[in-house]
């Protein structure tokens, strides 16, 4: 079984763009979290999402939105890019909300010029 | 609210020697605990875990794990270190089942190998 993908693996901004983050999860499984990774602030939780509805939301600015498709493939967008938005960003899945397992992808390196 | 402090940033062992690494936690509920580990420019790989049940956990590549609720620990140890085992690793807790399931890490420990 293939597990969790993210899209693109790398990327490459500069300050007041945009973004978009792809994130697909291991078959079968509904649930999917997004984590960000710094130096600085270690792993955070930024939200999930279950049945295309977001159900927990970390501490982060409304510039940090998400959304999930019918298919439960996942999405995040990060809007007026900030320096400070430099980061790993880590998508991971689970069968549903309250299973206890999440399983992570290979994340997606952000930088932000 | 959960917590989860890992001690020591950095552990440096020599191959063949006891791997140790520190976590405690606090839960106002019943915790779930996890141990990830993460290579280098590569995400989360889960190692093992404890839900409920028996307190002492095996996990992949060796590694073990005991649940402590009286000293709110969750330990993480090997044997014998393998230079393969050089990462860094994160515990993390949830509280179990319920609707606020999120996962909440602790800052990590880069462990190094040395041969």
């Known amino acids: 079984k293939a597990g969790v993908t993210q899209t693109p693996r790398y990327l490459i901004k500069t300050r007041g763009q945009q973004v978009t983050l792809s994130c697909s999860p291991i078959?079968?499984?509904?649930?999917v979290s997004w984590y960000q990774q710094t130096p600085g602030q270690g792993l955070q939780f930024l939200f999930e999402?279950?049945?295309?509805?977001?159900?927990n939301k970390g501490n982060f600015p409304g510039r940090f939105s998400g959304r999930q498709f019918s298919n439960s493939r996942s999405e995040m967008n990060v809007s007026t890019l900030e320096l400070g938005d430099s980061a790993l960003y880590l998508c991971?899945?689970?069968?549903?909300?309250?299973?206890?397992?999440?399983?992570f992808g290979p994340g997606t390196r952000l930088t932000v010029l | 609210a959960q917590s989860v402090t890992q001690l020591g940033s950095h552990v440096s062992v020599s191959e063949g020697a006891l791997v140790l690494l520190r976590c405690n936690y606090s839960?106002?509920?019943?915790?779930?605990l996890f141990w990830y580990v993460q290579y280098p420019n590569q995400g989360l790989q889960l190692l093992l875990k404890?839900?409920?049940?028996?307190?002492l956990v095996k996990g992949i590549n060796g590694f073990e794990a005991e649940f402590k609720k009286s000293e709110t620990s969750f330990h993480l140890t090997k044997p014998s270190a393998h230079m393969s085992d050089a990462a860094e690793y994160f515990c993390?807790?949830?509280?179990?089942?319920?609707?606020?399931?999120?996962?909440?890490f602790g800052k990590g420990t880069l462990l190094t190998v040395n041969p």
């Open positions: 991971a899945s689970s069968y549903g909300p309250n299973t206890d397992t999440q399983y």
């Open positions: 078959s079968g499984h509904r649930s």
């Open positions: 999402y279950f049945s295309e509805t977001q159900r």
């Open positions: 839960s106002s509920v019943p915790p779930y």
């Open positions: 404890y839900t409920t049940g028996a307190t």
């Open positions: 993390a807790v949830t509280r179990g089942g319920g609707s606020n399931y999120k996962l909440t």
